[in-house]
């Protein structure tokens, strides 16, 4: 079973498929209007958050953590991740062409140094299993309820940061993730990336169980005394059930251009605000 993980490549068929992700999906239930702008209107950006450019760059020096690991078995000193995610914030903001916004508060210079610390915490504290695969792509089916023919001509898409297994080669998908406060219950319950996970894995037939995989975050906490959090989330046949049926009817609302603006705290970073304003 993990050698049919490892060599199958999705990525290939997602090119040649109509494809929604993840993140597609969340914009659209986040804000419709967010979501024409960014992939309908191929609106311009009119800014870009340093949070998207600080978690890639803790996104990278954790990839080069468990990259190293998995082919040599050694765990590279922290200042080697350090590198790596300096390189990759020093590069994202000279190649970004708009105006970088920041909380109240901070600077570049503070999220630097507030990477290097999450950095060193994940690196004393992270203690990972048998590692399947970093960074794997995949691509799945979704039925076509509303007609009830078959699948939907688009395919749901997406990449898994991580996959674990244990002594009893029990998959578990981690995300790492950063945050400025700890997940609640109710996010967790609720959280619509790790069902997306769960389905992910068991329709590609390597899920924990029959029908739902573990799916455990990695969240650095951005708090006056930094943490690394732990959760541990799984999802049953209902709740893909209920993916599914957000999915066909988001995308019924989007193939009827349904576009309407969705006011609230996601209004504030924006990158479409003046253009979503003005229209």
């Known amino acids: 079973m993990a050698l049919q993980l490892v060599q199958q490549e999705p990525q290939r068929e997602e090119k040649r ?8 999906l969340n914009t659209y239930l986040m804000c419709p209007a967010k979501y024409a702008h960014q992939y309908v209107f191929a609106t311009p950006y009119e800014t870009k958050p340093v949070a998207l450019i600080f978690g890639k760059a803790i996104h990278r020096g954790a990839e080069t953590y468990y990259v190293n690991l998995r082919e040599t078995g050694e765990i590279i000193p922290v200042d080697q991740m350090i590198g790596v995610f300096e390189h990759v914030m020093d590069a994202e903001v000279e190649r970004t062409e708009v105006e970088i916004t920041y909380k109240e508060g901070e600077n570049l210079e503070s999220i630097r140094e507030q990477g290097k610390v999450l950095l060193q915490l994940f690196h004393t504290e992270i203690n ?31 990449r ?23 997940f609640s219950s109710l996010k967790l319950e609720y959280d619509l990336q790790a069902t997306v996970y769960s389905y992910a894995m068991a329709k590609l037939k390597v899920a924990t169980s029959k029908d739902s995989t573990l799916v455990r975050y990695d969240v650095l906490v951005k708090t006056k005394k930094p943490a690394f959090e732990h959760y541990y989330v799984t999802r049953t046949e209902e709740d893909h059930q209920r993916l599914i049926h957000s999915i066909n009817y988001v995308l019924k609302a989007i193939e009827n251009r349904i576009f309407y603006r969705q006011p609230g705290w996601q209004c504030e970073d924006c990158q479409f605000k003046k253009a979503c304003l003005s229209s």
């Open 17 to 24: 498929q109509l494809h929604f992700s993840y993140t597609q």
């Open 160 to 182: 898994f940061d991580l996959i674990e297994s244990d002594a009893e080669k029990t998959y578990m998908v981690v995300e790492l993730k950063t945050a400025a406060q700890r």
């Open 128 to 158: 990972p299993q048998k590692i399947v695969a970093i960074e794997f792509p995949f691509n799945v089916k979704v039925p076509d309820i509303i007609n009830g023919a078959g699948n939907l001509p688009i395919q749901m898409v997406g």
